[in-house]
């Protein structure tokens, strides 16, 4: 049985893209995740053009950071205020991020463009995630953890506007939350990601924000900053299927359900590791479809 995606303009089997939501979903309760650096690449191995892909997942990430928040305002672990500020950041972003997306859109290099991106984003943090969880599995199990060393954020207070955040118990100015907000809403645009993979380190090591509040408030400015890239692409280049955000998004709740009962038998430094290794794999296979020939190549010839 086929569904013809009315956006992406293709037919593609409802069962298969269901499967695709749930093992995203299902890697999403296992790792922590949002998942959207690993489903548009998927997507778009599946032959959803790469333009479509971005746009449909940005939507339906918002979706699934909606349930996560709700949980995480019961907890009480949600900063309002610094989620404001990365909102603003962000959604200012989101904007630049359409207009260079039209950009490469139109010069016809939107695919290599966003195939790229995630090459470079997927290599970097994958290599760095299998750096650190190798080195935690070959640490003897006898042997003293290492202390992390703190580094003062003194730099960040004596900035303008310098205000406190009760909720993170940091005092710090609004500006780096901003600009980190708006690289994130770059990303969002362009990747159709949540960012959620570069602003939770982001925010324990640079705003030096309290474990306990950071996931809750990155999936609060996740939703606000996901929604505006949606909008706009929708908008703007037509790139939102909701047929197939829809499809996604019942896998997803189903396979995230799996995924955080089974992420829970497996050690912490297990995790990263599987996880780099999936981000790698992905990696690799957008650099192989970068280099390799088309399977149908062709020419284009003048009249005579």
Same mark, same amino acid.
């Given at each position: 049985?086929?569904? /013809?995606?009315p ?13 695709? $939501? ?12 949002g ?10 191995? /599946?032959?959803? *053009? *790469?333009?479509?892909?971005?746009g449909?997942?940005?939507s339906?990430?918002? @979706? ?11 907890r009480? +672990?949600?900063?309002?205020?610094m989620? $404001? ?11 630049v ?5 039209? /950009? ?31 080195? @935690?599995l070959?640490r ?16 960040? @207070?004596?900035m ?20 980190? &907000? ?20 982001a ?12 996931? $809750? ?12 890239? +949606?909008?706009?692409?929708?908008? @703007? ?14 896998? &997803? ?14 050690? &912490? ?23 390799? *020939? ?9 009249? *005579?």
């Amino acid at each position: 049985m086929l569904i /013809y995606l009315p956006i992406a303009e293709i037919p593609v089997d409802p069962f298969v893209v269901i499967f695709m $939501g749930a093992v995203v979903g299902f890697l999403s309760g296992m790792f922590g995740v949002g998942g959207g650096f690993l489903m548009t690449p998927l997507l778009i191995f /599946y032959g959803i *053009p *790469p333009a479509i892909a971005v746009g449909t997942e940005a939507s339906q990430i918002v @979706a699934s950071s909606v349930s996560g928040v709700l949980a995480h305002l019961k907890r009480k +672990t949600v900063d309002f205020m610094m989620g $404001g500020f990365l909102v603003a950041g962000g959604g200012v972003g989101a904007i630049v991020g359409i207009f260079i997306f039209r /950009y490469f859109r139109a010069m016809g290099q939107i695919e290599t463009f966003i195939s790229l991106a995630y090459i470079i984003f997927l290599g970097l943090i994958g290599a760095l995630m299998m750096v650190e969880s190798m080195r @935690a599995l070959l640490r003897s199990p006898d042997a003293p953890r290492p202390r992390r060393k703190h580094r003062s954020v003194e730099w960040m @207070a004596v900035m303008p506007f310098a205000m406190r955040f009760r909720r993170s118990q940091i005092y710090i100015s609004p500006i780096p939350p901003i600009i980190l &907000g708006f690289l994130v809403g770059v990303l969002s645009a362009i990747m159709g990601v949540g960012g959620g993979f570069i602003m939770v380190p982001a925010m324990l090591y640079i705003l030096k924000m309290p474990t306990n509040v950071v996931i $809750g408030t990155s999936l609060f400015q996740i939703i606000f900053v996901t929604a505006i890239a +949606t909008i706009l692409h929708a908008a @703007a280049n037509q790139t939102v299927d909701i047929v197939l955000s829809l499809l996604l998004l019942t896998g &997803g709740v189903i396979g995230a359900q799996i995924g955080a009962r089974a992420g829970r038998r497996l050690k &912490g430094e297990q995790l990263r590791a599987l996880l780099a290794l999936i981000v790698l794999g992905v990696c690799a296979r957008l650099v192989f479809g970068l280099v390799t *020939p088309p399977a149908s190549p062709f020419i284009v010839v003048g009249a *005579p």
